[in-house]
């Protein structure tokens, strides 16, 4: 029997500013570092083969660089024409050594991350199976938590009733942000939600890596009888042995990682101690094939998976993971997409359809502000 094999005859990559229907605020802006959210930057990939198949796959940058993402992508996209697109460790390494000179993390390895998840997603489509069947899935659907309804512009009143509403829908959780400068409203806050969907319901915190160690130390403290399932970034994001302390001085879960940009930075946290649940993000970790490295490092130390954002990769890849986690649920990308997420029972299920299961929108390719194509 000989190998099946195809080439890559066509790459296209779209810029799509994605408008979200309220500003956003979480502890970053609180602090002054940023300002409110409006929009999402969404890089798409789109791979076609000689024998007809197609690929999607999507990055993104919230805030600033999004056109840088976008011009990487650009300049390295000629790398993929040509590659049997199953050799999928092969043309990363390509794509990372077109653009050594800028690094092996952050943004470089974010524009390679929608062509890797292309070429997933193509791999599946080409199996006729689901990309968490595919990578070998140990269930069909996972737990899912939702953040959208708890962000610090929101008066409690309003993320109280949001709350209310998701767990009415199906939700598994809820999430929330901390992070004010008085910590007092914080636990107000917290308590507030606590008290409206139970002791028993699964609720979490988030403080956006905004308080400094003596503070964490007081908040988590603060924080343990109220038996959640985790508090997330409490201290800055590269601070792996300020996490590992909490980690083992408190009994809450600390979750950490969304904001490190590669599988090595991920590496280093892990041997730190710094998370009992770690956070990768596929988009800012280069893709899916550098996700896979974090989820094995991850399985290594036993630790729970939680992956951040982009729930329409991660559903596949959290479904592939040992022990059972969590995804986060956002409705901010729902109208790029042609098909959704169904939630029942507080998980959210893996559609029948393969690869990522999910097709670009007329309304994504409306909002779509720059467009490029490279052919054979
Ligand atoms: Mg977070």
Not at 116 to 122: I, P
Not at 167 to 193: E, F, Y
Not at 226 to 241: G, K, M, Q, R, S
Not at 263 to 281: K, N, S, T, Y
């Amino acid at each position: 029997m000989t190998a099946t094999l195809d080439r890559i005859t066509r790459v296209e990559i779209s810029s799509v500013t994605l408008p979200l229907p309220t500003a956003i605020s979480d502890a970053k802006v609180l602090t002054g570092r940023q300002k409110p959210m409006t929009e999402v930057a969404v890089l798409f990939a789109e791979i076609t083969t000689a024998s007809g198949l197609e690929g999607i796959g999507f990055s993104y940058s919230k805030r600033a660089g999004g056109p840088g993402q976008y011009a990487h992508a650009r300049e390295i996209a000629p790398v993929l024409i040509g590659e049997d697109p199953s050799d999928i460790a092969k043309i990363w390494d390509k794509l990372v050594w077109a653009g050594a000179s800028v690094g092996r993390s952050g943004l470089s390895v974010q524009a390679i991350a929608a062509f890797d998840v292309a070429l997933w997603d193509l791999k599946a489509k080409r199996a006729g199976l689901p990309l968490a069947k595919l990578l070998g899935a140990h269930r069909d659907s996972v737990r899912c938590y939702n953040t959208s309804g708890g962000f610090l512009h929101a008066p409690i009143g309003e993320v109280v009733e949001r709350a209310a509403e998701s767990v009415a829908g199906g939700i598994g959780g809820i999430k929330i942000k901390v992070g004010h400068p008085d910590n007092a409203v914080d636990l107000a806050r917290v308590s507030a939600v606590r008290e409206e969907i139970g002791d028993g319901a699964a609720l979490m915190v988030d403080a956006n890596q905004q308080w400094d160690r003596p503070t964490a130390r007081r908040m988590c403290r603060a924080l343990e009888p109220l038996n959640l399932v985790w508090i997330e970034e409490p201290l800055d994001a590269y601070d792996f042995e300020g996490h590992a302390a909490l980690a083992s001085n408190f009994d809450t879960p600390i979750a950490t990682g969304e904001m490190l940009t590669s599988a090595a930075e991920h590496r280093e946290l892990i041997r730190a101690g710094g998370a009992d649940v770690v956070q990768p993000d596929a988009p800012r970790v280069g893709g899916i094939t550098q996700f896979l490295k974090v989820m094995s490092l991850a399985d290594d130390r036993n630790l729970q998976l939680a992956p951040h954002f982009a729930m329409e990769i991660h559903i596949h890849l959290a479904a592939a993971y040992a022990r059972e986690p969590w995804v986060e649920h956002f409705e901010w990308l729902d109208p790029l997409f042609g098909e959704h997420l169904r939630i029942e029972s507080g998980r959210m299920h893996l559609s029948p359809r393969p690869g990522l299961g999910v097709t670009i929108s007329d309304q994504a390719r409306a909002w779509t502000v720059a467009r490029h194509e490279v052919r054979a």
